[in-house]
């Protein structure tokens, strides 16, 4: 698995770049061993994997709602499970930022460069994550 978390590690005032990161499941490293007794390949095509990783962060353009949230409670959106009675802004601003990080990693932002015409599909959507934030950089110039 190739997975660069940088992206979504907290910098300065606590804030990320990005809420979620993709990676690459390598298949094609295992895969390609299993071979029956004449030698051929038991999976002749394999494509690598799309791994997606989300972590509950903020990168300074969520609703204001929820910056400011931030300000009455610093742990946020870390705070401890050890509460399990929330009240309504600390709900809603979990909420919210759930809301916001789904929007971006499956709306229609993670198919930026796929036709109209393509079918919203898990298939697709692995494919479009992978192209905007795994594909090698060969294929990201020539795209």
Known sequence: IELNVSAIEHKKEGLSDRQFVTGVIHYEN???AWKNSDGQALIPEVKPGVILYIKPSLIGKEMADVLNYRKTEA???HESTA?????????????TLGYQ???LAFGKGAFNDVPEERDYTVEALADALYAQCCAPEKSKAEA
């Open 30 to 32: 295992v895969d390609k």
């Open 75 to 77: 742990t946020f959106p």
């Open 83 to 95: 509460d399990q009675f929330f009240d309504e802004a600390q709900f809603e601003s979990y909420r």
């Open 101 to 103: 990080i789904g929007q």
